[in-house]
Nanobody, 115 residues
């Protein structure tokens, strides 16, 4: 079992940046992958970016070139750097871990992009 705690969300103007953090309660060095998802009211949760234990990362097309996912195994933390934010990026962002011991979610952090 693992607990995930997201932080770094908030209100930002269009074009601004935020960095989300996801701190895990145990080592993430050997998990299959960690990812960031987002969800808006009435819509399904959607993948934004993911990174494997080997450090291979992937971001979806609608954030490519703006968002970057990274991990620090020493700190058991995964980050999502979000640049050039747009109003349509407004959502609750969730951290996810897929490991041999299961699939877990954080509680989510709200990101609001508005002027």
């Amino acid at each position: 079992q693992v607990q995930l705690v997201e932080s770094g969300g908030g209100l930002v103007q269009p074009g601004g940046s935020l960095r989300l953090s996801c701190a895990a309660s145990r080592s993430i060095a050997s998990v299959y992958s960690m990812g960031w998802y987002r969800q808006t009211p009435g819509k399904q949760r959607e993948l934004v970016a993911a990174i494997t234990s080997g450090g291979v990362s992937n971001v979806v097309d609608f954030v490519k070139g703006r968002f970057t996912i990274s991990r620090d195994n020493a700190k058991n933390t995964v980050y999502l750097q979000m640049n050039s934010l747009k109003p349509e990026d407004t959502a609750v962002y969730y951290c996810n871990v897929r490991a041999y011991y299961g699939n877990y979610w954080g509680q989510g952090t709200q990101v609001t992009v508005s002027s």
